[in-house]
């Protein structure tokens, strides 16, 4: 079956440090990949999708994340990170078969 | 602009209770999703419905059921509401299937059960 891990349940940041949060997949064929974001009170928003070709890929609100197959990872990035950033980000993974997992989230704070 | 609204931001009712969640969505998708939300376990799949009184269990379907009456209406019920039911409720759509597309999201109703 398939699962997301996402090993980091709380990060902290400063205000324009560079941010890199992970996700590892477990998957017998290549996935759908996903990474959403949940701000405070609100619901989840797709921040970037990868389906096929390049492996970098780029999101909005300055995210972007790369497929790594042979280490099964999807982790998504951002050079500088912003304080309106601070939000609770998910990884997920999904196929055409209707199968589809979130992974448990990361929470982000960002300190002036 | 999308948008997927949900009836209640913040919900509390009582153990034993029947509880409607409704969702509606403005974009004309096929597939409408409810999930829970709680600290830990991420989003857990309750239901989803890939067409009109067409239903599918996901994950976690015990103490739910749900109807979809109408396309943009999707409705997720607590027959008898618990307290281990208490938790954030997020539902969202899909212009296809579950596994490889975009999916938008309400807001969410925070349900307490006392």
Redesign the interface.
């Known amino acids: 079956a398939q699962s997301v891990t996402q090993p980091d349940?709380h990060i902290t940041v400063s205000e324009g440090a560079s941010l890199e949060l992970r996700c590892n997949y477990s998957y017998g064929a290549t996935p759908?990949l996903?990474w959403y974001v949940q701000s405070p009170?609100?619901?989840?928003?797709?921040l970037l999708?990868y389906?096929s070709g390049d492996t970098l890929v780029q999101g909005i609100k300055g995210f972007e994340a790369e497929f790594k197959r042979s280490q099964s990872s999807f982790n998504l990035r951002k050079p500088s990170v912003h304080w309106s950033d601070a939000a609770e980000y998910?990884c997920a993974v999904?196929?055409?078969?209707?199968?589809?997992y979130?992974?448990?989230?990361t929470s982000l704070t960002v300190i002036p | 602009d999308v948008k997927?609204t949900q009836s209640s931001r913040y919900l509390v009712k009582r153990t034993g209770e029947k509880v409607f969640l409704e969702c509606v969505q403005d974009m004309d998708h096929e597939n409408m999703f409810w999930y829970r939300q709680d600290p830990?376990?991420?989003?857990?799949?309750i239901y989803f419905s890939y067409d009109v009184k067409m239903k599918e269990k996901g994950d976690i379907p015990e103490g739910y059921s749900v109807s979809r009456e109408k396309k943009e209406r999707f409705s997720l019920i607590l027959e008898s509401a618990s307290t281990n039911q208490t938790s954030m409720y997020?539902c969202?759509s899909t212009n296809g299937?579950?596994?490889?597309y975009?999916?938008y999201?309400?807001?969410?109703t925070r349900l307490t059960v006392t």
């Open positions: 349940i759908y996903f009170g609100q619901g989840l928003q797709l999708k389906f998910f999904g196929d055409t078969g209707n199968q589809f979130f992974g448990t989230g | 997927v830990g376990l991420g989003l857990r799949l997020l969202a299937g579950l596994g490889a975009e999916q999201f309400g807001p969410g």
